[in-house]
């Protein structure tokens, strides 16, 4: 595997040295790219030495080559150790002012940064807040250490030693089990138009479809993402179609779903539309407000099972459950499972602060005889793997 190993300038550049003798006899090939501040603490000729190749800072050292584009693109895991303050700000940023930074915008592979500052540092906003962009857009950034720092002072901010970041990274690199496969998934809620100004709506946000899509994507697939007002950032690397209303949702769905091996439903769908949208705003000082009639709108997923787009395309359902008298949430998922047909079911309980907008998800999948055949619970991203998991198995069972 090809690695890439950034350093910014930071005293804990000298257990990166380790980290790298770690990564190369595991039988990596690992590039170091130091910044200009990390030569300050370690010289070229360790990095040399114990990478086997030369190392450059700056975009205009190997000019010829197109270093920097080279450099993200071939590489299969990017790890930035020890990830200064300031390394930070910059890839939260986009800037692109030396061979790291330039590197870590055109790699699409697994990034880790192991942050490793003053712990006043590690705690300032500023430093949180770049933290949490590079999180949303899926970059891994691990948790410092606390503990003796460079002084004699100790808190967060250490950075953990070198056998621990390897493990950390490697786990990043898991399989490419999607290559070659073409994946539509769609998330958000859709807006249904009242008026010219006001519609009918739901509270997802997209986050799970987006980790869907983000984890299709690192897997190898071919991804579209068709997003129904998504308010979290949109992944890297995959094709984005924005889409409205739960007609236009069904439309971009079934067109891009012609040559997919793969549907995905995670988008929250309007049941039900006003039937006629005034065409101009409802005013206040017209009386007493009419009542708004609704229509059904199409079940897209019903759709896709009855009339799939392609022949032998796998068909995942989601399904937002409560609890009531009648059942639990996975009575009525087994139930939906089974009235649904498709050939997963992901339920996941809703209310009480689980499922729409909240980091984590606690779910299980069922298959169309409702029978579980995966569970997750954790971040959505780690939902996502366990979904793509189940779809894998079926697909493989295909091939
Ligand atoms: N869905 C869809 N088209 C719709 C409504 C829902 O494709 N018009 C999809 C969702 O994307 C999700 C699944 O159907 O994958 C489950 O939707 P849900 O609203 O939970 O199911 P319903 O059949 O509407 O059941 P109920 O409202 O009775 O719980």
Redesign the pocket.
């Known amino acids: 595997m090809r690695v890439l190993l950034g350093v910014s300038g930071g005293i804990a550049a000298y257990k990166s040295a380790a980290l790298l003798r770690l990564l190369t006899e595991a039988g990596h090939d690992v590039r170091v790219v130091p910044t200009a501040a990390a030569l300050e603490f370690v010289g070229r000729a360790t990095w040399e030495a114990l990478s086997g190749h030369p190392v450059t800072t700056g975009v205009f050292d190997d000019v010829a080559s197109v270093e920097h584009v080279r450099l993200g693109q071939s590489a299969d895991l990017v790890v930035v150790a020890p990830a200064t303050a300031d390394l930070l700000a910059r890839a939260a940023t986009g800037r692109a002012d030396d061979l790291l930074t330039a590197a870590l915008l055109v790699a699409r592979c697994p990034v880790l940064l192991v942050p490793a500052m003053h712990t006043e540092m590690w705690l300032h906003p500023a430093t949180q807040a770049n933290v949490a962009t590079l999180r949303s857009r899926g970059v891994h950034v691990l948790d410092p250490a606390s503990g003796r720092l460079t002084g004699a002072d100790s808190g967060p901010g250490r950075m953990p030693e070198p056998d621990e970041i390897a493990a950390a990274a490697l786990a990043l690199v898991g399989p490419r089990d999607l290559a070659g496969r073409r994946v539509v998934v769609?998330a958000g809620g859709t807006r249904e138009p009242v008026d010219p100004v006001r519609f009918l709506g739901n509270r997802s946000t997209g986050r799970q479809g987006v980790a869907l899509a983000r984890a299709a994507a690192r897997r190898g697939a071919d991804v579209v993402l068709v997003a129904a007002n998504v308010t979290v950032p949109l992944p890297h690397g995959v094709t984005v179609r924005a889409v409205e209303t739960?007609a236009e949702l069904?439309a971009a769905v079934r067109a891009e779903g012609k040559d997919a091996d793969v549907v995905v439903?995670?988008?929250?769908?309007?049941?039900f539309r006003p039937a006629e949208p005034a065409e101009h705003k409802i005013k206040k000082t017209s009386g007493e407000p009419a009542p708004i009639a609704l229509v059904p709108?199409?079940?897209?997923?019903?759709?896709?099972v009855a009339d799939p787009p392609r022949a032998g395309q796998v068909v995942v359902?989601?399904?937002?459950?409560t609890g009531d008298a009648s059942g639990d949430v996975l009575h009525?998922g087994r139930e939906?499972a089974r009235?649904?047909g498709?050939h997963l079911l992901v339920v996941n309980a809703v209310g009480g602060g689980r499922g729409f907008g909240a980091e984590t998800n606690e779910v299980t999948i069922l298959d169309r005889a409702g029978d579980v055949v995966g569970r997750a619970a954790g971040t959505k991203d780690d939902v996502a793997d366990a979904v793509w998991d189940a779809v894998v198995r079926l697909l493989d069972v295909d091939a």
Do not use: I, P, Q, W
């Open positions: 769609s739960a069904g439903m995670a988008a929250a769908v309007a049941d709108t199409d079940d897209v997923l019903a759709g896709l359902g989601f399904a937002a459950e009525h939906k009235r649904k498709a």
